[in-house]
T-cell receptor, first 109, second 112 residues
Framework: QQPVQSPQAVILREGEDAVINCSSS?????VHWYRQKHGEAPVFLMI???GGEQKGHDKISASFNEKKQQSSLYLTASQLSYSGTYFC??????????WGAGTKLIIKP | KAGVTQTPRYLIKTRGQQVTLSCSPI?????VSWYQQTPGQGLQFLFE???????NKGNFPGRFSGRQFSNSRSEMNVSTLELGDSALYLC???????????FGSGTRLTVV
């Protein structure tokens, strides 16, 4: 089952914060987060593994709630370069990723 | 460090033909996955190879097949092309399943 991402789209002003959620109906082993800009390939942001800690770098971080089978991506003080579509990929113990439909993020100056 | 290389970048084929797409992963990466991306369907998993063995397979018809060579390079083949196969095909490599994937730029296939 495809994980559910919310919101589907969000428009922010530069400097504002955003949260993107990813929920699965299945037990998760891992959650991947990627950003894809128009016409480009998806770019890896971070991976969260079952039993692992919250991850983050710079102003982008993520959490993984294993019991609720949810993950959230936090974008702090957004920059224009953060614009794009964010995908979460959920993985079981077999390493196969199932992808959410994506969240389109638009940052305006 | 070279990235993931996919060839060709663009391809136009006629319905009924077959096509082979190539993917060269990052050196040392043993896992290679293939995805189909369309505007309406998002990223759809085709299959994953690890050390020359298909480890996972998505819900695509048997017309879609792949293989991985001993140097980790991978090919994907689609036989009897249909109009609905028009899409961006992405390849992604990883050292194993517990690491993030690096995507190639993709092959845009158009079936006419």
């Amino acid at each position: 089952q495809q994980p559910v991402q919310s919101p589907q789209a969000v428009i922010l002003r530069e400097g504002e914060d955003a949260v993107i959620n990813c929920s699965s109906s299945k037990a998760l082993y891992s959650v991947h987060w990627y950003r894809q800009k128009h016409g480009e390939a998806p770019v890896f942001l971070m991976i969260l593994l079952k039993g692992g800690e919250q991850k983050g770098h710079d102003k982008i971080s993520a959490s993984f709630n294993e019991k609720k089978q949810q993950s959230s991506l936090y974008l702090t003080a957004s920059q224009l370069s953060y614009s794009g579509t964010y995908f979460c990929g959920t993985g079981g113990s077999n390493y196969q990723l199932i992808w959410g439909a994506g969240t389109k993020l638009i940052i305006k100056p | 460090k070279a990235g993931v290389t996919q060839t060709p970048r663009y391809l136009i084929k006629t319905r009924g033909q077959q096509v082979t797409l190539s993917c060269s992963p990052i050196s040392g990466h043993r896992s290679v996955s293939w995805y189909q991306q369309t505007p309406g369907q998002g990223l759809q998993f085709l299959f994953e190879y690890f050390s020359e063995t298909q480890r996972n397979k998505g819900n695509f018809p048997g017309r879609f097949s792949g293989r991985q060579f001993s140097n980790s390079r991978s090919e994907m083949n689609v036989s009897t092309l249909e109009l609905g196969d028009s899409a961006l095909y992405l390849c992604a490599s990883s050292p194993s399943g517990d690491y993030g994937y690096t995507f190639g730029s993709g092959t845009r296939l158009t079936v006419v």
